[in-house]
C-alpha cells in the first residue's frame, strides 16, 4: 500500500476512533465548537465523510458498520465492486451498497453472521481495529501486545490480533 494510503488510513482511525468515544447526538450546528472540528474538516475536504441529509454532521453520535465501510471506501478511492453482494441486507439501493461489497471482495470486512453484514448496527472499536488492520494488512510480531492495557481481558479473541498489530505499528 502507497504511504499516501497509509497516512490516510491512520488519519481515518483516529478520527473514527476519537468520535465513536463520545456517546451524545448532535445537532445541525453539530461541529462548528467541536474539539474535533479540524480533523473534521479535514476528512469532509478530503471527501471521506459527507454527513446526515438533514444538513448535521454528528460528530458525538455513534458510527454503525456501513458507514465506516464507505468512509474506509473513500479513503481507497472507491473500488468498484465486481460481484453481487453476499449480504442479505446489503441490497444495490443501499447507499453502503459499493463500498460493503468492494471491502468484502478485498477481504477487509466481513459478516455478522447468518449472511448479515449488520450494515446498521453500531462499529465498535475491536471491529474497526480489525477491518483497518486487514486493510493495512498488519500482523502482530507479539500476538500478547495487546494485554499491555489494563482491560486486556476485555478484549474478544477474534480482535486480538489487530489489536496487538494495531498497537505495534503505533495507530493505537
Do not use: C
Not at 473513500?74 to 460481484?83: C, F, H, Q, T
Not at 448479515?116 to 493495512?136: K, N, P, Q, S
Amino acid at each position: 500500500m502507497k504511504n499516501t494510503a497509509k497516512k490516510g488510513a491512520a488519519l481515518f482511525l483516529a478520527l473514527v476512533l476519537l468520535l465513536t468515544l463520545l456517546p451524545a447526538p448532535a445537532t445541525a450546528t453539530d461541529y462548528s465548537g467541536h474539539w474535533a472540528k479540524e480533523y473534521i474538516e479535514r476528512a469532509r475536504g478530503l471527501g471521506w465523510m459527507q454527513g446526515y441529509e438533514d444538513g448535521s454532521f454528528g460528530p458525538d453520535k455513534s458510527i454503525t458498520r456501513g458507514e465506516f465501510a464507505v468512509m474506509l471506501w473513500r479513503v481507497l478511492s472507491k473500488p468498484a465492486p465486481k460481484a453481487a453482494s453476499p449480504f442479505s441486507e446489503v441490497t444495490e439501493q443501499a447507499f453502503y451498497h459499493d463500498a460493503v461489497t468492494a471491502l468484502h471482495e478485498s477481504g477487509f470486512v466481513s459478516g455478522m453472521g447468518g449472511g448479515r453484514f449488520g450494515a446498521d448496527e453500531t462499529l465498535t472499536r475491536e471491529m474497526a481495529f480489525v477491518i483497518l488492520a486487514r486493510a493495512l494488512a498488519l500482523t502482530p510480531g507479539d500476538h500478547a501486545a495487546y494485554q499491555s492495557f489494563s482491560d486486556a481481558g476485555a478484549v474478544s479473541g477474534w480482535a486480538a490480533d489487530a489489536l496487538s498489530a494495531m498497537l505495534e505499528h503505533g495507530y493505537v
